[in-house]
Antibody
Framework: QVTLQESGPGLIKPSQPLSVTCSVT??????????WNWIRKFPGNKLEWMGY???????YYNPSLKSRISITRDTSKNQFFLQLNTVTTEDTAVYYC?????????????WGQGVMVTVSS | DIVMTQGALPSPVPSGESASITCQSS???????????LNWYLQRPGQSPQFLIY???TRASGVSDRFSGSGSGTDFTLKISRVEAEDVGVYYC?????????FGSGTKLEIK
């Protein structure tokens, strides 16, 4: 059984870095050909794909976030991480981690429960 | 970026009736390999999104056959037959053709 679990700060102040961890159990994040993603849901239901780190460590970011985002991993702990710098109130969202397969079934087949992060002074 | 546009449902849908949710993409999602890279998800209240459909019309593992996907390269429909209480939530389409991956704005299904 594949499970993903996010953990994060809950509340952070503007301009601080946002850090969220995704802990994966039941599946190795180094198994071909899976991609480990960060997706966020803003108040009002909009979903934004943020980026991924792949089974072989390659990374791809959404260009809209490219200057602020970093995704890394610790294979020994089977975890991957999101860091988003210089946050503003507009980064308030529920942050999800999710697995994506390539090739098919090609979509986000497993999701974490999500962690709410509020940016407020 | 590929923009995904979803339609609204005349809400609520009577229990046992069918519901059709539409989605349009700003670019054809039909790949030269013949696959159309359009996915559907359901987010039930208080839960994370659930993977329903990939390649426009293939049900993900464990998904009820009451859910079916269809469409062309840019216009897509998710049909839910005989809607039940457990179908309530927000449905999202998502394009998987090119980066950045993008989602529709969501369509809420309520049941009468």
């Amino acid at each position: 059984q594949v499970t993903l679990q996010e953990s994060g700060p809950g509340l952070i102040k503007p301009s601080q870095p946002l850090s969220v961890t995704c802990s994966v159990t039941g599946y190795s994040i180094t198994t071909s050909y899976y991609y480990w993603n960060w997706i966020r849901k803003f108040p009002g239901n909009k979903l934004e794909w943020m980026g991924y780190i792949s089974y072989d460590g390659s990374i791809y970011y959404n260009p809209s976030l490219k200057s602020r985002i970093s995704i890394t991993r610790d294979t020994s702990k089977n975890q991957f991480f999101l860091q988003l710098n210089t946050v503003t109130t507009e980064d308030t969202a529920v942050y999800y981690c999710a697995r994506h397969a390539l090739p098919g079934p090609q979509g986000f087949d497993y999701w974490g429960q999500g962690v709410m992060v509020t940016v407020s002074s | 970026d590929i923009v995904m546009t979803q339609g609204a449902l005349p809400s609520p849908v009577p229990s046992g009736e069918s519901a059709s949710i539409t989605c349009q993409s700003s670019k054809s999602l039909l790949h030269s390999n013949g696959k159309t890279y359009l996915n559907w998800y359901l987010q039930r209240p208080g839960q994370s999104p659930q993977f329903l459909i990939y390649w426009m019309s293939t049900r993900a593992s464990g998904v009820s056959d009451r859910f079916s996907g269809s469409g062309s390269g840019t216009d897509f429909t998710l049909k839910i037959s005989r809607v039940e209480a457990e179908d309530v939530g927000v449905y999202y389409c998502q394009q998987d053709l090119e980066f950045p991956l993008t989602f529709g704005s969501g369509t809420k299904l309520e049941i009468k």
